[in-house]
């Protein structure tokens, strides 16, 4: 399985959301296998009419080192045009966007098949648990149209299980027991 397909289906796709999509719940269906990026069956992730902004949030179920993207646009002027990327963040709105500063932003080109891949800055996207990305404004349409989304990059499930440990504020030499430690006072030490 190649790194495409292992950050595609990483992902928590029920929690995927997205701000200002026509129709709710359209951004989860944007993740499909990479055989699959041209495919038009279920809907594509449409901004609102006269508002091309799109702030789509992916949270992953372990931790990604993120090396590159590709985003598949729709026709007619209405792929994005711009993408800055956010990471671990879960409290993003329109207002907050324009106020941080991006881990990355691109410039993007119409892509229609896919073939253009967006490398991060590697060293920037190490233990990333979500993304955020952040479409400002398209090619010149009403409404910015995504019909594809895909993630390259190295997955590490999240092991989520008590680590067990001992402290000791003062150690007390009777619990250590050292083998063979009987029979030191044995040889003359």
Known sequence: M???HTITTAKNKIAVRCLNEAEDGSCRHIFKPWDQRLSTDGPSLLSDDDDP???LHVPFTGSVKLQALTVIGGPNGSSPAKL????NRDDL???TVTEL???QEWDLLEN???QMEYPTQVAKFNGVHSIDLYFPANFGAAATEITFIAFKGEFSERKRQAVEAVYE?????SDHKVPGGDQMGQMGM
């Open 53 to 55: 902004e799109l702030l």
């Open 101 to 103: 500063a991006p881990v």
């Open 93 to 95: 709105d329109f207002s």
């Open 169 to 173: 504020a003062r150690p007390v030499p």
């Open 84 to 87: 800055k990327v956010f990471i």
């Open 112 to 114: 229609f098949n896919g």
């Open 2 to 4: 190649d790194a495409v």
